[in-house]
């Protein structure tokens, strides 16, 4: 019978394999063009603000979630 130490042990080995196998997504490639607001930006830039970044984030993982 394993004892709390074996236990725990295979705990942190499968927490840690899970975790090398979540990966981000990939970011989407910068177009010239703010992703949120389609304002003109400087390559690389994907968005003309943080506020169009954090909205375009927002609106990402909302559409994640109901997929």
């Known amino acids: 019978m394993?004892?709390?130490?074996?236990?725990?042990?295979?705990?942190e080995e499968f927490a840690r394999t899970h975790a090398r196998n979540v990966?981000?997504?990939?970011?989407?490639?910068a177009t010239g063009l703010c992703l949120y607001c389609d304002e003109d930006v400087a390559s690389p830039?994907?968005?003309c603000d943080t506020d169009c970044r954090d909205a375009w984030d927002k609106r990402s993982k909302l559409n994640r979630s109901t997929q």
Request: no cysteine; aromatic share 4%; proline share 15%.
């Open 2 to 11: 394993p004892d709390e130490l074996d236990l725990a042990s295979e705990r």
């Open 23 to 29: 990966r981000k997504p990939e970011a989407p490639a």
């Open 45 to 47: 830039r994907r968005w």
